[in-house]
């Protein structure tokens, strides 16, 4: 059987102020509760920027846009760059994560790291570099305008971004236990 009883409250009689402070306290669990969830730290609020500012560069691409068109395709590039980014370290944060056995491994993360591995990451970043490239030269050499400029330089931003990502995707792969500096010259025993 259950029922409710009442219950009265009074002071607590210590002589000593109250041991919580409400701000401190209260940020250390929030930050608690984020750095533990990397999709919503990370990975939610980087592709609502990256869809946010694609479509704003899309609205903005024709020379129709008017004289604000390029403000805010420069403020658009920004949003895709930052997005994109905070994506990489939603990526980054779960293989971490599951390689150090603080989350669990998912299906859907073996099948990420089967399909993109560190060189293929690279061949598709250095195939964005070498088209940024090429929009800037164009851009350039014909002197066309920011219309071109500036997708060109934000599709340059995010293939550096994703060529780095590789790398340091590559360090997370390192066992330690297998590294020649901690088991000998000769490797794994």
Known sequence: RIEEV????????????PHLRSWRDGWRHLLFLLLF??????LIPGMSLFALGLVASLATAPSSAG???????????????IGFQSVLF????RIYATREGLLPEQASDRRLLAVWSLERILVVGCGLALASLGGLIF????????????PSAT???????????????????????????????????
Do not use: E, M
């Open 6 to 17: 009442p219950t009265t409250l009074s002071p607590d009689g210590r002589s000593r102020p």
């Open 37 to 42: 969830s990397p999709r919503w730290l990370f």
């Open 67 to 81: 004289r604000y068109g390029l403000n805010v395709l420069a403020g658009a590039s920004s949003l895709i760059v």
């Open 90 to 93: 939603s990526v980054l944060t």
């Open 139 to 150: 851009s350039w050499a014909y002197g066309r305008s920011l219309r071109l400029v500036v």
């Open 155 to 189: 599709v340059l931003v995010l293939s550096c971004q994703l060529i780095l990502s590789a790398f340091f995707l590559g360090i997370l792969g390192i066992r330690r236990a297998w590294h020649p500096a901690t088991v000998g010259a000769r490797g794994p025993a």
